[in-house]
């Protein structure tokens, strides 16, 4: 796919969530209006669409990316991961999300899919986070609601589970 | 969609015939999907004519202001002075007088999910069905409906389950409710609309700044005698619904929580040439406290005093409540001394002084400031009519109340469903409303459902519903509960008739309803709860049903203003106090929050965890607030932050935790004895980091936010107090511009040629064409005057331009005057620039220049931080074809291509 016409639509294929999904793209097309309006994977949000406020993030083969600065051809045999992808099924929180709730980490849960892909990434990255680290991976985020304390707090909590129960359903990633 | 104002105001909500503000809606495209009807706004050309405007609120008062609405005559839409006691005799007799003046900044709640809308027409009906994330209040209801024309019932609006925030900001979705209703009309199918961004920030809605004079009339204890207010309220281009409200919500408390009696207050509102104003958390108490408390700590500066002992000494007594104001609130409850000594208590103030003395023994700028505020809640719908006289108000009728609704439900297999008339943003209406309900009847939280959508159509609801005035835990769950304790005493008297005991005996437990002290007299709840459903036949006398309950609720306390305009403007008043140690960086001008503490009194607290999830929230709203966010214009009306990388967010790396403390004095006029809370710390917060500014800084007069740049304006220059003949000098003309967004600068280039080969070149329109970089064309009008199209990327927006140059001044082949404008979709800009060619060594000729330009429209919005280098950067383009082009390819070498550019 190195050359692109501006004018045709493109079939994109690529993994969501452990699914293979495709879809017609013009190359214009954003990934996460790609993601929200192409697959109905409305989980992703949506806040600036110029990089800042992180609503959008998702994982592009398991490292945090903006959707909204990526374009959907650009996933294009990737393997993307959003937040509808973090619980080990439908019905069930994964030990972050969970924690999330427990600490009243989301208010109005706007920002909170974008705050809980990025430090999933983070998590594996680092099980050992101290606050000060953590307070950096939410900062690159916006929330509105909360002050960001109970995201921290939820966060610390979650790392301390994940690290003494490693069994735990937050390992899932695909 | 003009509110209660009477004043002669055209009031559409997108431009008709003339733009007044950047951001007004010009045109609507409906296209099938968003790219495309992108791409169609981009072919949309318009003709501006510029006219004159203002954005500053004292210069829309000169009498040479242009005037935004012709009909109107002037700027000044509302005038009111009000007079409460004997003012005059009090400061006449007054040891001191104190005053501070203010200029507080537009700032905006930006949530993080911006304004969505789905419309849909049906015209046999001549109705609209419009999904909006509307927040009420609904009284707006009834100003859309006339807006489309129809009567209210043909306007079926419709509110999600959940909204990505809102604090306020998303009342302001109504007029764009309207023009998509409408576009559904036109187009004859659903519309959606999903704002971004950028319209957001410039047009969705903004809290008004507002210029203020405040002086107090003090003793030499420091115990203030009278307080004289003068307030001008900008209210941007239109005075839009529920405006002036901004202004009169805090009307019954311009006292604070200070004992003062004698009370003066001139009420101006202005417009201006920037956004219309409305809801945005605190809705009117940032700019009423941050006078008020800055007044405070003068005071006690001017006086030589405590000014925690100037606060202590005002406060209203614990034994006084409730406490009817001078401007007529009636506070509730509270005991204010007391939370102030809890607040202090523990080390807190003393370990506060203890770092303040360390840091500034070492040279440190540490400082510390308080700030006491009531905070009101459940709002008076009449409150608004305070901006009329006595007069008028007969005329147009009385105004009051604050009505709240709430059903409870029982379905067939006894499960139980609550609906309130309110829209939940994120402050958990279900967690609490599922808990209170559940408390009723001996359920698990978990067994309610909370249905939170709502829909004018069909659900009940008034004119006062809708999520906003922190009504939601004082009223809407209070009425919940009212209608949940109806149902609840209806099956009290259905088990007690089945258990054969007196209903005063049934009680609720663990899913059960049971004879008290005789458990074998067991009923399952579900079982009772359908009886209505199932064998209506078997209810007892007395009962009706027990499917539905809908309780409605209007506290008795709140009237209409009285002839002498005092107004009860608020049901719950509730009481917080803060204090902050800060540290300021005098290098950088970053000021550092050391510690905050914040001690609420919001009546009975019903979800510890929710409460402070509102206190912290609002804590950070104010952090931006007091150090980052302004909704900055330029003078010439140009807005200059519309992104979040303009407008500034705090991240969590800004935001330090707080600790935050607790008194409960129940309200007696709320059924759950509970008070809003979610707003209080947007109008404490501000003020008491600016008193900690002050603090470490010895300065009398700052305005917000507190940039660095800002901090280190009055870092460079400690202001003295400022003399007495100079303090009419309105304070908006304060040092520090932000905004002004004039580019600046000058360089130097080398091009192998000669001058007067260079000079021909700038005169003949193909070679021009060549040169400049993106350009279509140019086209010669007369030797000196040329026009093209280019287009330009700046940042993020790329877009096509029409440009105009002029040559003037022309000292040939030496130098000329270049002066130019552009005008596109995107902005306009408009400057000038001196070109000098000099021989220089070799064949070389030295091109000077310096220039001076300014930008407006979109471009100057979102492209504000990169202009300058954009303008170099196009420059450099410019010289460097330039120098290409004069240069035959064989002498180019890299020292002639090599530019160099110096900017200022
Ligand atoms: S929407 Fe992508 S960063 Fe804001
Ligand atoms: S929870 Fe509302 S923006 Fe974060």
């Known amino acids: 796919m190195s050359h692109l016409s501006a004018a045709t639509r493109h079939r994109v294929a690529f993994t969501l969530n452990g699914r293979p999904v495709s879809l017609e793209a013009e190359p214009r097309l954003l990934a996460s209006d790609a993601l929200r309006h192409g697959l109905g994977a409305t989980g992703t949000h949506v806040g600036c669409e110029h990089g800042v406020c992180g609503a959008c993030t998702i994982q592009i083969d398991g490292v945090p990316a903006r959707a909204c600065l990526t374009l959907a051809v650009q996933l294009e045999g990737r393997k993307v991961r959003t937040v509808e992808g973090l619980g080990p099924a439908a019905d069930r929180l994964s030990v972050l999300q969970a924690s999330f709730r427990r600490h009243h980490a989301l208010q109005c849960g706007f920002c909170t899919a974008g705050i809980l892909v990025s430090l999933d990434a983070f998590l594996h990255e680092q099980p050992h986070p101290s606050e000060e680290e953590l307070r950096i991976v939410v900062g690159g985020h916006l929330c509105r609601c909360t002050g960001y304390t109970p995201i921290i707090r939820a966060t610390l909590e979650a790392a301390e589970q994940l690290r003494s129960d490693p069994s735990l359903p937050d390992s899932s990633h695909v | ?904």
Not at chain 2, 565 to 593: P, Q
Request: glycine content about 10%.
């Open chain 2, 1 to 904: 969609m003009v509110a209660g104002l009477k004043v002669a105001v055209e009031n559409w909500p997108m431009a008709v015939e003339r733009v007044r503000y950047v951001g007004e809606p010009v045109a609507i495209v409906v296209a099938q999907d968003r790219y495309l009807a992108e791409d169609a706004l981009d072919a949309i050309e318009i003709d501006y004519a510029p006219l004159a405007c203002v954005v500053d609120p004292i210069a829309s008062l000169a009498s040479d202001a242009p005037v935004l609405h012709e009909n109107a005559g002037a700027n000044l839409v509302s005038d009111r002075r009000f007079r409460y006691g004997d003012p005059e005799a009090a400061f006449g007799a007054a040891a001191h007088s104190v005053e501070v003046s203010i200029a507080y900044p537009r700032n905006t709640g930006a949530p993080m999910e911006t304004f969505g809308v789905v419309a849909e027409y049906e015209p046999h009906e001549d109705a609209y069905e419009i999904l909006a994330n509307f927040q009420g209040p609904f009284s707006i209801h009834a100003v859309m409906a006339r807006c489309l024309k129809v009567s209210g019932n043909r306007l079926r609006l419709r509110m999600p389950p959940e909204s990505g925030g809102s604090f306020g900001v998303k009342q302001g979705v109504a007029p764009y409710a309207v023009m998509i209703g409408v576009a559904a009309r036109v187009a004859g199918a659903p519309v959606k609309w999903i704002e971004d961004r950028l319209e957001h920030l410039s047009a969705a809605v903004a809290a008004t700044n507002r210029v203020t004079t405040l002086k107090a009339a003090v003793t030499k204890e420091g115990r203030i005698t009278a307080l004289d207010w003068d307030q001008v309220e900008d209210c941007g281009a239109y005075p839009r619904a529920p405006e002036p409200a901004t202004l009169y919500r805090m009307h019954g408390n311009m006292t604070g929580a200070y004992d003062i009696r004698n009370l003066a207050i001139r009420n101006r509102v202005v417009l201006t040439n920037k956004a219309p104003t409305g809801l945005v958390r605190g809705f009117g108490g940032p700019q009423v406290y941050y006078a008020l408390e800055r007044l405070m700590q003068r005071i006690a500066v001017e006086l030589e005093l405590d000014p925690l002992a100037v606060i202590r000494a005002n406060l209203i007594q614990g034994g006084a409540f409730p406490y009817r104001t001078a401007s007529g609130a009636f506070y509730d409850s509270g005991d204010y001394a007391k939370a102030v000594d809890v607040a202090v208590a523990d080390g807190r103030l003393a370990s506060l002084e203890r770092r303040r003395d360390e840091a500034r023994a070492a040279g440190r700028r540490y400082g510390i400031g308080f700030a006491a505020a009531v905070e009101p809640s459940v709002s008076n719908m009449g409150y608004i009519t305070t901006v009329l006289t006595a007069e008028e108000r007969k005329k147009a009728g009385p105004k009051n109340g604050a009505q709240a609704t709430a059903t409870v439900s029982l379905d067939p297999v006894g499960s139980v469903s609550v609906h309130v008339a309110s829209v939940p943003q994120g402050q958990g209406h279900r967690t609490v409303l599922a808990q209170v309900v559940a408390d009723v009847f001996g359920l698990s939280p978990a067994a309610i459902k909370v249905v939170a959508d709502l829909d004018t159509g069909k659900d009940a609801w008034s004119i006062a519903s809708g999520n906003y005035s922190s009504r939601f835990a004082a009223a809407v769950a209070g009425t919940a509960h009212l209608a949940a304790t109806r149902l609840r005493d209806k099956l009290a008297a259905i088990a007690a008739s089945q258990l054969d005991v007196s209903p005063g005996q049934i009680g609720f437990a663990g899913g059960a309803i049971f004879a008290t002290g005789n458990r074998a007299k067991t009923l399952p709840f579900g079982r009772v709860a359908a009886l209505s459903h199932w064998s209506p036949a078997l209810l007892p006398d007395g009962v009706d049903q027990t499917i539905r309950e809908t309780a409605f609720w209007a506290p008795p306390q709140l009237a209409a203003p009285t002839e002498s305009d005092e107004v009860n403007s608020s049901l719950c008043h509730g009481f917080i106090f803060d204090m902050a140690g800060v540290e300021v960086d005098v290098e950088t001008g970053k000021v550092r929050i050391d510690r905050y503490v914040t001690m609420h009194d919001c009546g009975r607290v019903l979800h510890p965890a929710m409460v402070d999830g509102q206190i912290r929230g609002g804590f950070a709203q104010a952090l931006g607030a007091s150090f980052y966010e302004e909704l900055a214009y330029a003078d010439d009306g140009a807005f200059l932050t519309g992104t979040f990388a303009d407008y500034l967010l705090p991240t969590s790396t800004e935001t330090p935790d707080i600790e935050i403390l607790h008194i409960e004095t129940p309200s007696p006029f709320t059924p759950l004895g509970a008070k809003g809370v979610g707003e209080g710390n947007c109008m404490s917060t501000p003020v008491c980091l600016a008193n900690a500014v002050a603090d470490a800084l010895g300065v009398a007069e700052l305005n917000l936010p507190l940039t660095p740049a800002r901090i280190a304006a009055l870092i460079a220059s400690p202001e003295p107090a400022l003399p007495a003949a100079n303090r009419d000098r309105p304070a908006s003309l304060g040092t520090v511009k932000p905004g002004d967004r004039t580019l600046r600068g000058e360089g130097m280039a080398m091009v192998a040629a000669t001058p007067e080969a260079i000079w021909s070149m700038l005169l003949d329109a193909d070679q021009l064409a060549s040169i400049i970089p993106g350009c279509h064309g140019v086209k010669k009008l007369s030797e000196t005057h040329f026009k093209t199209d280019v287009t330009l990327g700046v940042g993020p927006v790329k877009g096509r331009y029409k440009a105009e140059i002029k040559l003037s001044d022309l000292d040939p082949p030496k130098a000329a005057t270049l002066s130019g404008s552009v005008s596109g979709a995107l902005g306009t800009g408009g400057g000038s620039g001196r070109v000098k060619l000099a021989p220089g060594e070799g064949g070389v000729t030295v091109i000077s220049y310096t220039y001076e330009a300014a930008v407006g429209g979109k471009v100057a919005a979102i492209g504000g931080r990169l202009l300058d280098g954009a303008a170099k950067a196009i420059i450099g383009q410019f010289f460097a074809a330039l120098a290409r082009k004069a240069a035959p390819e064989s002498k180019r070498t890299g020292f002639f291509a090599r530019l160099f550019g110096r900017q200022t």
